[in-house]
Each structure stands twice: as structure tokens, then as C-alpha cells.
């Protein structure tokens, strides 16, 4: 499909049958009209996740792109490597470009980050999307560092309808803490951040009324991984059962990185994980905007307002 920019053109191609593009001959650092971003909503609402190719953006192109789709995210951690507030170092490297070890508190967190998750699950009102862009990519002689997406629509249909029935009043816990129960060398977190992201809970089954009440499972693998409405151990065996279920193939687009690649995806049905790569050897950084959801996660028995529906 081929749209145009002012005098520019550029097209959207899918990367798998069910999710995904990549959008060729776009300038994102140059202004665009309504038009062109509204070929992109429609794009970014078909395929979930996008990628922009050859981009080339400094931070202001990247937030200027971002706050077209919303308000942004304040990051609670108060050691992010990070220049501001708003940026979130994916990286193995430090905001002054050192190569970091793997048992540096930063390095732990990436590590975190390479189990299945959507971002900002552990707020009250969660992310609607993020937006990241290569700094720094792998060699492509490295092993590993794809970023995997797991597509949750799917997944939710692709359940028998006795599951279906089994999992529509179930919630699941997040926590911004639970990190430090997977990598305990990472250092407690502060008051402030303690403040700032208490627990929460979201149902296992997201309801989207953006797309006619459609549904998609609502987890997550590094921010918990227990089930309100079961025992302990039920709830745990279920989480594991979820973690196994999202890793199938046929829900899965890997995304093998390439330089000045700027991807967007949309949490609120994407599951996605880091894959294992060498940190020791080799460096990787990406910058991460996220933008800010616009009301909280939506159950099969919540009462969903009238604002939302008819939107």
C-alpha cells in the first residue's frame, strides 16, 4: 500500500499474515500532515506493531513524533540512564556510553525485561503504546537480542471456549517489585517509587471497546505472577501455563533489529520479551517513549462508560 507525505512516498507491507509492517519512505523527523497520520493510526490499529525504517532522529524528532499520539509517561525509577523523564534507556551501556557488566544493577534490569510483558502493566491506568528507536545495535553475526511480540487477540481466540469461560473473572496482580524477586541483587526500590506504582490488579481478560469489545488475555511474566481468584499454587501453575501459551509460533513476530529502525507497538494487545543475546561481548541501546493509556484495563464485567463505548 503506498500513501504520500507532502511530495514524499511511502508504503506499509506486512511482516506476517496476522500482525505487524514496516513503513518504508517516511521522514519522520520532517513535519506530517493529518492525512499521512492518520494512514499511520489506521496502520498502528490493524497491525498492532510498526516499524519505521531508515530513521534518522535525535530526541526532540522522537518526542515530537510521540506526543502526536498522546500524553507521555513519566518513568518512576529514579536511575533509568536515562537524559530525561520521559526516555527510557533499553540498553546494556550507561547514558555515557560505557559498556556495563551483567551484574550492574542496570544490566539486571534488561535482563527483566526478557521475559514476556507489556510495558507499564504495573499501573493503575496502563500504557496504550511505546515507541522505540535504535541506538545501538547488535552485529549481524550475534546470536539473539531480536525483540519477540506476542499477539494476545489472537491468543485469546485461539482458546477453547471452556478456558474462555474459566479465565472471564479472573484478575492478575502486577507489581513494579516483582523484579526483585527474579534478580534479588537488584536494589529495593525507594519510597518514592514505592509511592509512585503501588500493586495493582487487571483482569486476565482485556476488553478493547476501540474495537468492538473484541478480547485479548492481559498478563504479564516480569510483574508478577499471581491470579486473584485462585489458590496460590493454582494461580502460579496457571501464570506458567500463560507464559508457555504466549511462546507459541503462530503468535509470534521476532524482530531482528536494524540500524535507525524507530518501532511502535501497542501494549494493550502485544505481549513482548528481549531474546537472550551475549552482554558481556556485545553492546545494545535503544531510547523508549511510552505513551500514556487513557483509562484503566476493561473486564468482561466491568462496567465500561458510555464516553468509551461510543468512541
Known sequence: MTHAQNAQQFRINPLTESFGAEILGLDLAKPISDATFA??????????????????????????????WGELEVFPEEDKTTTAKTFYNVANTSREGEHLSEDDPRVLFQKVNARWHTDSSYRYVPSFAS????????????????????????????????????????????????????????????????????????PLVRVHPDRDNQRSLFFTVNAGNEISGMSLE?????????????SKPEFIYSHRWCENDLVMWDNRVLLHRATHYDMAKYRRAFRRTTVAGNGPAFGPFSLIPAAVTSK
Not at 523484579?179 to 519510597?191: D, F, K, S
Request: include cysteine.
Open 39 to 68: 494512514a499511520i493510526q489506521e496502520a498502528f490499529q490493524k497491525y498492532h506493531v510498526i516499524c519505521f525504517r531508515d530513521q534518522v532522529m535525535d530526541e526532540k524528532a522522537h518526542l515530537d513524533f510521540t506526543l502526536r
Open 131 to 202: 515507541v522505540m528507536y535504535s541506538t545501538e545495535i547488535l552485529p549481524d553475526e550475534a546470536r539473539g537480542g531480536e525483540t519477540e511480540f506476542s499477539n494476545m487477540l489472537a491468543a485469546y481466540d485461539a482458546l477453547s471456549d471452556a478456558d474462555k469461560r474459566r479465565f472471564e473473572p479472573l484478575h492478575m496482580v502486577h507489581y513494579y517489585e516483582f523484579g526483585r524477586r527474579l534478580y534479588p541483587a537488584l536494589p529495593p526500590i525507594t519510597p518514592f517509587e514505592r509511592d509512585a506504582v503501588p500493586p495493582v490488579s487487571h
Open 234 to 246: 493454582e494461580g502460579q501453575a496457571l501464570h506458567k501455563w500463560l507464559d508457555e501459551y504466549a
